[in-house]
């Protein structure tokens, strides 16, 4: 069997190579294609879950189920999603007592999420009585102050 000239064998070697490389540079770039189509697909659900889930907590108070009235609940979103005054509505046009109005924090989860490490803080606040009524008032020199709200009944008490 005759011998190949080495120039030849040299540049079949190289042309072998280049085709091995360009094969492995296509399938490196469908497999980026491919990894990019995912974490596309991947943001498109996770953005669509929390679409969906804002859209339930602010339909929330109208849900059957919701145990307070959409008139009493007040949606803040961030951190918690309703402060509830639980009562006020039938207090102001109805029979209600308004010394039996409650104030309730709620958080409304869609799915299986569970509450973040602040909400969680807030609702220890809640059961460590660490809850205050303030009032803020501004003088007609825009000036401000600050202090805590006592009832009558709290101020004769103590």
């Known amino acids: 069997m005759p011998t190949m ?3 030849i064998a040299f540049a079949l070697g190289l042309a072998v ?3 091995l490389l360009i094969v492995l540079l296509v399938r ?3 497999r980026r294609r491919d990894q990019i189509d995912e974490a596309r697909a991947q943001s498109v659900r996770q ?7 804002q859209i339930a907590e602010q339909l929330a108070p109208l849900l059957p189920g919701f145990e307070y009235s959409p008139a009493d609940s007040k949606f803040l979103g961030d951190p918690i999603d309703y402060v509830i005054f639980d009562g006020l509505n039938q207090a102001r046009h109805a029979d209600g ?5 409650e104030v309730v924090l709620v958080d409304v989860k869609h799915g299986r999420s569970d509450l973040n490490k602040y909400q969680r803080a807030i609702a220890r606040a809640v059961e460590d009585g660490r809850v205050r009524f303030r009032v803020v008032r501004i003088a007609e020199d825009n000036s401000v102050t600050t202090r805590d ?3 009558r009944r709290a101020r004769a008490q103590g």
């Open 97 to 101: 007592d308004p010394d039996q109005i």
């Open 5 to 7: 000239h080495p120039l």
């Open 28 to 30: 490196s770039g469908l």
């Open 47 to 53: 953005s669509a879950s929390t679409i969906r889930g």
């Open 17 to 19: 190579g280049l085709v």
């Open 149 to 151: 709200y006592k009832s």
